[in-house]
């Protein structure tokens, strides 16, 4: 088979992958889970928000309002503030350019950090794993190689996650623009697209992992296991390597943390050339990820 004619597969597959998806209404199942998880968790940092500017108004002895973010550029001079944003991204020149961000966008970015490689992983995790059950999926190999058929199947995983956030980012913008203070709809529209987005970047090393965990078992319950359990892991694989601080450990820690997709979310905060380098980092994991499944998945009788 040709380059071309595999592309063309692949891309086949994809677009297969998503119609399903649609057609299954699976597409409707997840976006509805993207929506919930992420507008239920912008209302809570509004509320919060609302705390925060009321207590500052007290403190400052001056009017507090009923609507938050009314005192964002007071909030933005506070050295906790700023300290806070330095917790999160690690280097105080990216902190520097993100206060000036739509605080929402932010909040909106640091939670698809933590909620969609989850959501991706489990989503991804059905992909093949139903159709081994059911053999359907020998009329597809048939046709195309195994290849095709799981790059195929992540592509369409990432089309349907990137669709998912698109819509829960506009429900959030509706969200932000009801119950908060007046503020520019297209700053804030445009700093959700663009930091939101960020999350399914580092998303993508997780579905590869729920693409891997399909290809290993015929059964979608225990693929999801697998998949939730490797993201859960790689949390806390990632805070022990980060946490060592003496020989041998540190020399282990060196060698395994470039290979965890939570070491490269410092670049994904940052405009230019980090978020490229990341970017390309979390692409490469989530192939190499899809492709350790594969090595099982090509040997497989389907």
């Given at each position: ?14 677009r297969f992958e ?132 799981v790059a195929g ?46 999350a399914v970047i ?101």
């Open positions: 088979m040709t380059w071309t004619r595999s592309l063309i597969d692949t891309a086949l597959i994809a998503l119609l399903r998806a649609i057609r299954s209404w699976t597409a409707l199942a997840i976006v509805l889970m993207y929506l919930i998880a992420n507008v239920g968790g912008a209302y809570v940092f509004i509320r919060v928000l609302g705390q925060l500017e009321t207590t500052m108004a007290e403190q400052l002895h001056v009017a507090s309002t009923q609507w938050p973010g009314a005192m964002t550029e007071q909030l933005r001079k506070s050295k906790q503030l700023m300290e806070m944003f330095d917790t999160f991204v690690g280097n105080h020149s990216t902190a520097a350019s993100l206060i000036e961000r739509p605080f929402l966008a932010v909040y909106q970015l640091w939670q698809g950090f933590v909620l969609i490689p989850f959501l991706a992983a489990t989503a991804a995790a059905e992909s093949i794993a139903s159709d081994v059950r059911t053999r359907a999926i020998r009329f597809e190999v048939i046709r195309t190689g195994r290849a095709e058929v199947r992540m592509l369409g995983q990432i089309g349907l996650c990137v669709v998912a956030t698109c819509v829960s980012l506009c429900g959030v913008w509706i969200l932000g623009m009801s119950i908060m203070a007046p503020q520019d709809p297209f700053a804030l529209a445009w700093g959700l697209l663009d930091l939101g987005l960020r580092f998303a993508v090393p997780f579905t590869g992992l729920g693409i891997a965990a399909s290809e290993l078992t015929a059964s979608p319950a225990w693929a999801r296991v697998l998949a939730l359990g490797g993201t859960a892991s790689s949390w806390v694989v990632y805070w022990i390597l980060s946490a060592a601080r003496e020989a041998p450990w540190t020399t282990v820690a060196d060698v395994l943390l470039p290979v965890m997709p939570q070491s490269w979310l410092q670049g994904l905060w940052q405009p230019g050339t980090g978020l490229w380098v990341s970017t390309a980092a979390c692409v490469g994991l989530g192939a190499v990820v899809a492709a350790l499944g594969f090595a099982r998945f090509v040997r497989r009788d389907l």
